[in-house]
């Protein structure tokens, strides 16, 4: 089974402030999601990526399947950023993804 | 406008009595998943479809029960059989039977299941 862990789990920053957060798996895998969970419940896939940068706006994120590590970072936070990101990469099997714990993110302004 | 609906939004229920979830979607997505959050906890898989007719058991399917007989629905029964019903659900689908982990899931507003 694959472990995930995400970093830190609390960050609080302030407006306009670089956000960086990290995750790490233990069994290569060839996907990783970053999902993003506003306060109501609401869950929205930021990305998915296989390999190298993806960028959507303010969101950036990277892989390297090599040292099995993922990270997100956030440019300019605002703070309708504040939410809870999670990562989840699936399992060997294809059969389910577990997911990480989550960070949960506070932007004041 | 294309996307995942699930109805209520909040529910509540009688100790002892079965209730449905709904879910559906018109983005014409092979797969269909549900899955439970519990405060403070990270997301778990009941039950997974990759095509219509067919489902499999996730994480946590005792006391749950799913039905997929039209490509756009996926409705998730709790039964009275599940000890602690109470909890967020989350309906999300997404493209491509098979390797279906591996596609980008879209996930729906999710219901909040209440047992007085």
């Known amino acids: 089974k694959n472990e995930v862990e995400q970093s830190p789990q609390n960050l609080t920053a302030q407006e306009g402030e670089f956000i960086t957060i990290n995750c790490s798996y233990s069994?290569?895998?060839?996907?990783l999601h970053w999902l993003q969970q506003h306060p109501g419940g609401g869950i929205v896939s930021l990305f998915m990526?296989?390999?190298g940068k993806k960028k959507h706006g303010r969101l950036i994120a990277t892989i390297n399947i090599q040292e099995k590590h993922s990270s997100l970072h956030i440019t300019a936070s605002h703070p309708r950023d504040s939410a809870v990101y999670i990562c989840?990469?699936?399992?060997?099997?294809?059969?389910?993804?577990?997911f990480g714990e989550g960070t949960q993110l506070t932007v004041n302004p | 406008d294309g996307g995942i609906t699930q109805s209520p939004k909040y529910l509540f229920r009688k100790e002892g009595q079965n209730v449905t979830l709904s879910c559906e979607q018109n983005?014409?997505?092979?797969?269909m998943y549900w899955y439970r959050q519990d405060p403070g906890q990270g997301l778990r898989l009941i039950y997974y479809?990759?095509?219509?007719?067919?489902?499999q058991k996730g994480d946590i399917a005792e006391g749950y029960s799913v039905s997929r007989e039209k490509k756009e629905s996926f409705p998730l029964t709790v039964t009275s059989a599940q000890k602690n019903p109470t909890a967020f659900y989350l309906c999300?689908?997404?493209?491509?039977?098979?390797?279906?982990?591996?596609?980008?899931?879209?996930f729906g507003p999710g219901t909040r299941l209440t047992v007085l």
């Open positions: 983005l014409n997505h092979d797969a």
């Open positions: 069994v290569g895998i060839s996907a």
């Open positions: 999300a689908s997404s493209m491509g039977s098979g390797r279906a982990f591996y596609n980008e899931q879209f």
């Open positions: 479809s990759q095509i219509v007719n067919d489902f």
């Open positions: 989840a990469v699936p399992e060997t099997s294809g059969s389910r993804l577990t």
């Open positions: 990526l296989s390999s």
